[in-house]
């Protein structure tokens, strides 16, 4: 059985940083795809960033150069660290893992319980 355990959100001020984390279990691959959605209330869901099977990134253009995602040695937790947050990129953070598809935007087969992110200005 699959489990994404997900730790890291909070609240900050606007330009302060937090990093969010991302432990998968249960999958056969040793180095998963991973990475992170978002959706604020009213908003559709927005792929945030994604590391794959074979450290290729992604970033949605809204977080280039703010946001990066990396794992650990274990290749079975990511982390994405936010930098220099602005309130608009307050919303709730879900974790996913094992793309599904050759769609664009990627999804994930699978789906951690979310993390809230505020930030205030």
């Known amino acids: 059985q699959v489990h994404l355990v997900e730790s890291g959100g909070g609240s900050v001020e606007a330009g302060g940083s937090l990093t969010l984390s991302c432990t998968a279990s249960?999958?056969?691959?040793?180095?998963?795809?991973m990475g992170w959605y978002r959706q604020a209330p009213g908003d559709e869901c927005e792929l945030v960033s994604t590391?794959?099977?074979?450290?290729?990134?992604y970033y949605a253009d809204s977080v280039k150069g703010r946001f990066a995602i990396s794992r650990d040695g274990t290749k079975k937790t990511a982390f994405l660290q936010m930098n220099n947050l602005k309130p608009e990129h307050a919303s709730v953070y879900y974790c996913?893992?094992?793309?599904?598809?050759?769609?664009?935007?990627?999804?994930?087969?699978?789906w951690g319980q979310g993390t809230q992110v505020t930030v205030s200005s």
């Open positions: 249960g999958l056969t691959s040793d180095a998963p795809d």
């Open positions: 996913g893992a094992h793309f599904v598809g050759d769609g664009s935007p990627r999804e994930f087969a699978y």
């Open positions: 590391i794959g099977s074979d450290g290729s990134t």
